[in-house]
């Protein structure tokens, strides 16, 4: 039998074809073509949806759905091509909302041919899945009667759209009450029992509506006597992943609005077993059910427990042996939060961790190629390493863990580089003298120069980590520190406008001065720029925790000799540029009134350091006394004898005994 030759198809218009036959006058059933090849080439495909937006594509297809007498088959295309540029591109969202499309396909709703309107419904529902969907305020009645017309109706992409609407749309605890008085929770419990895609997104809308209000939550859970209830725990096992992560969420949500109903450990046991399940899935819901997982156990001891006793911790480990060739970014960044979380308070999580050889498995992901991935690395770094145990034995300070940590605070994104920092603040607190790997692999000097960052929370972290260091270092140490940072860096930290920085400098600084032999010297450098920024912090009182701070660094330095008490003196006491004496409105007098037990403490600890001398005898000591009791604090230690710390009260009773037998 001879061969024939196949048909040849016909060939694919160009975009710019496409595009300017919507504007060429063409009319009726001609416009079918063009809009059924535009939407085919346009689904799955960003870069063709730019292309026609540049063509400005959209609102001449937009334009189409309020056309007169145009035939059902192409206002279907036209509205179809229109939900697909709003599927998964923000640009293209954008351009359906500005071309005024939500108007037209809400008409369209109404249209005698059914086709027409399930496509318009779907469309809609397209669009509302996009945050930058309109909102429609439910405290208005023809709002709330549209959305209740919509409810009503036979056709499940209208249900749909309407429960999309509710979804997007209900943020506000009045809007949530407003439709439960309406009756629209008991709308969407019936709907529960309809199509897959239906009970999805009705499982959105009641998550929506009972979301942090537990009249809303008592609502849902009274419904039919209990049988939205017993369904939504039904569906927690349906066949449909989508719909078993859905009502997962629904039931958490429900549970956090009104816990008085969740007393039994039961039901959070096999959330967490489900959750562990889906996170096999593909696609979205393996991606996402990690975070509900994580939001499910979120600072729960409690729940942190129950999830070990079910080898949650085996089975993320599981399945993070797989490797990030396996595993999509999102999934990964999913289990690595949860693990992170599960290490965030207990000790037995920690070890059971470390068992597992998690920091292992998280040390190869901080090079991961997604930034969320590496940030959720470093969070599991920063929890396990909280470990007190596990930093005495020096369990973190290895080249291998700092090294890699080090390499992220040059990251370029902001929010990883802070992630790495949080580790580091705990990996520096290492209480064995192995802080040598930090100091020797470049981490002091990136540190130093992340501690000048224009970002307020990098100037933070970095100085907190740096002060971590600094703790029980020894003189040389110290000195290498100093010189990286410099005195006028800490100076001006010390001055920062972030409050939160200001008390971290602070510490810092008194890390500086204390323990070994002359470590005062670096606060006397650079003509005591460093105290004078003290003294002008602590005059404009402002934090407490930036005050304690303070006085700390001040006893710190009042505890050497007559030299560095004589500065601490000119720093609490003011002096009358007239008469040089000391003015009876000094600072410290509020501070030894305050609430705050650590700030009294911590300035009579200062006290208690001026007060005991070098030499007894020596005319300073005598002037350092009259010069307190002049300033009236004296007069204020003797009203703190009975106060109610026992530590302050102690240290009234030293300083007074002192400054009392001076005076005799």
Not at 383 to 389: F, G, V
Not at 409 to 419: G, I, M, P, R, W
Not at 629 to 648: E, F, R
Request: charged share 20%; aromatic share 4%.
């Amino acid at each position: 039998m001879p061969a024939t030759a196949a048909t040849a198809a016909p060939p694919t218009s160009t975009p710019e074809q496409l595009a300017a036959r919507l504007s060429s006058g063409e009319a009726g059933e001609s416009l079918l073509t063009p809009l059924r090849e535009i939407k085919n080439q346009i689904i799955g495909n960003r870069t063709k949806k730019l292309v026609y937006l540049r063509l400005h594509a959209v609102p001449r297809i937009v334009a189409l759905l309020s056309t007169p007498l145009l035939p059902p088959p192409v206002i279907v295309q036209a509205a179809a091509a229109v939900g697909s540029f709003a599927c998964g591109v923000e640009e293209g969202v954008r351009a359906v909302l500005d071309a005024g499309a939500v108007p037209n396909l809400t008409v369209l709703l109404s249209h005698p041919d059914a086709k027409v309107v399930d496509s318009a419904a779907r469309t809609l529902r397209i669009i509302f899945q996009s945050k930058m969907a309109p909102k429609y305020d439910f405290l208005l009645e023809e709002n709330k009667a549209f959305l209740l017309s919509l409810l009503n109706s036979t056709n499940e992409n209208i249900t749909e759209f309407a429960a999309s609407i509710i979804a997007h749309s209900c943020k506000k605890p009045t809007e949530q009450t407003s439709l439960c008085d309406a009756g629209v929770m008991q709308k969407l419990v019936y709907l529960l029992s309809g199509s897959t895609n239906q009970r999805d997104t009705c499982l959105n809308a009641i998550s929506a509506i009972v979301r942090t209000n537990s009249d809303a939550a008592a609502k849902f859970i009274s419904t039919g006597n209990g049988k939205a209830f017993n369904s939504l725990m039904g569906l927690i096992q349906d066949r449909y992943p989508r719909t078993r992560l859905l009502a997962c969420v629904c039931l958490i949500t429900v549970e956090q609005a009104f816990p008085v109903y969740f007393q039994e450990m039961q039901i959070k046991s096999k959330l967490i077993v489900i959750l562990l399940d889906l996170i096999e899935e593909a696609g979205c819901v393996g991606d996402d059910a990690p975070f509900v997982l994580k939001g499910l156990i979120e600072e729960s001891e409690e729940l942190h427990r129950q999830a070990l006793s079910v080898t949650a911790a085996e089975r993320l480990c599981g399945y993070l042996r797989k490797g990030k060739a396996v595993l999509e970014a999102r999934r990964l960044e999913g289990i690595l939060l949860v693990l992170g979380e599960l290490s965030s308070k207990l000790e037995q999580s920690r070890a059971k961790l470390i068992e597992l050889q998690v920091p292992t498995l998280v040390i190869d992901l901080l090079k991961h190629d997604c930034a969320q991935v590496r940030t959720a690395a470093c969070c599991v770094i920063k929890n396990i390493s909280r470990s007190l145990k596990n930093l005495c034995a020096g369990r973190f300070g290895t080249e291998s863990t700092v090294m890699p940590l080090v390499h992220l605070l040059c990251d370029s994104s902001t929010s990883v580089q802070t992630a790495a920092l949080d580790a580091i603040c705990n990996v520096a607190v290492n209480l064995t003298t192995k802080k040598s790997v930090l100091l020797q692999c470049g981490g002091v000097s990136t540190l130093s120069q992340l501690a000048r960052s224009m970002h307020s929370e990098v100037r933070l972290k970095s100085v907190r980590a740096l002060r971590n260091l600094m703790f029980l270092l020894g003189r040389k140490d110290k000195d290498f520190i100093f010189t990286e940072l410099t005195a006028s860096t800490l100076t001006t930290l010390i001055s920062d406008p972030d409050p939160l920085v200001q008390e971290q400098a602070l510490a810092l600084a008194g890390n500086f001065v204390d323990g070994c032999g002359d470590s005062t010297k670096y606060i006397f450098s650079e003509d005591i720029s460093i105290l004078n920024a003290v003294s002008r912090q602590l005059k404009s009182a402002g934090s407490p925790g930036m005050c304690i701070q303070g006085m700390s660094f001040l006893a710190n330095i009042a505890a050497e000799n007559d030299l560095h008490k004589d500065a601490v003196m000119d720093c609490i006491l003011p002096v009358s540029p007239d008469l040089n004496i000391s003015t009876p409105n000094s600072f410290l007098v509020n501070f030894l009134q305050s609430k705050e037990r650590l700030l009294r403490l911590s300035s009579l600890w200062c006290l208690v350091n001026l007060v005991y001398p070098n030499h007894k005898n020596s005319l300073k000591y005598s002037l350092r006394v009259s010069a307190l009791h002049s300033a009236g604090i004296i007069s204020q230690l003797k009203t703190m004898v009975n106060d109610p710390c026992l530590d302050c009260k102690l240290r009234v009773r030293m300083v007074l005994e002192q400054c009392l037998e001076n005076r005799e």
